[in-house]
């Protein structure tokens, strides 16, 4: 194992140990470490994959957001959809700040990508030395995220507004989607 990917495993068997989530885990990943570092991000998931591989990541699963409901008998309907609200804010809080942290890595990296062009480098190993394929992946991957959560609250959204006693077509309206839409995405299985 890599001295980076020993390093990364360390530290979520100690985040699991203290009953830290994945998600947690992953939000609060020192980010100002990373920049520190000469480490790329490809790394880190290269780092992250061999451990996931290994089967020693401490999460055997994505994690949930822990929830009180079977220690509180007075929850109902209307608050577990505004605890499902904040969960879901708080996913595309966390997906944003992934992105923006990914582009703004890569915004810095380009600088010495054009020192490179500009003294004539090959755009192959431009490409190779800023390991633009894996940005891209990673990229695209924490984009998806973003989508996901996106569509995971809005979709919370509407349950909520529905337990609160809105139609579908008020709901719509406000949200300036179909009335069909609003149907078919709170009957997804979520």
């Known amino acids: 194992m890599t001295p980076l990917a020993a390093y990364i495993l360390e ?13 947690q885990f992953l939000t609060d990943f020192d980010s100002r470490l990373l920049g520190a570092t000469k480490v790329r ?13 290994c089967g020693l990541w401490p999460w055997p699963v994505q994690s949930e957001v822990p ?3 079977e220690n509180d008998p007075e929850r ?3 608050s577990d ?30 600088a010495d990508g ?22 891209r992946e990673i990229v695209n991957a924490a984009a998806s995220r973003l989508r996901a959560a996106r569509h995971g609250f809005q979709r919370a959204m509407f349950l909520l507004a529905i337990a609160e006693g809105s139609s579908l077509a008020e709901i719509g309206r ?13 009957k997804e299985k979520g």
């Not at 959809?81 to 904040?86: G, K, N, P």
């Not at 054009?114 to 940005?135: F, H, W």
Request: include cysteine; hydrophobic fraction near 40%; glycine fraction near 2%.
């Open 81 to 110: 959809q505004r605890h499902a609200v904040v969960a879901a804010m708080r996913e595309i809080l966390a997906a944003s700040d992934d992105l923006t942290y990914l582009l703004k890595r890569l915004g810095s990296d380009l």
């Open 114 to 135: 054009i020192e490179q062009v500009e003294r004539g480098m090959s755009a192959l190993d431009v490409t190779a030395s800023m390991c633009l394929a894996d940005r």
């Open 11 to 23: 530290r979520a068997q100690k985040a699991h140990s203290e009953q830290c989530s994945e998600e």
């Open 174 to 186: 406000t949200w300036r989607v179909s009335r069909q839409l609003v149907s078919r995405m709170t």
């Open 67 to 69: 929830t009180t409901a």
């Open 41 to 53: 991000l490809p790394s880190i998931m290269t780092a992250m994959s061999e451990i996931r591989q």
């Open 76 to 78: 109902d309907e209307l």
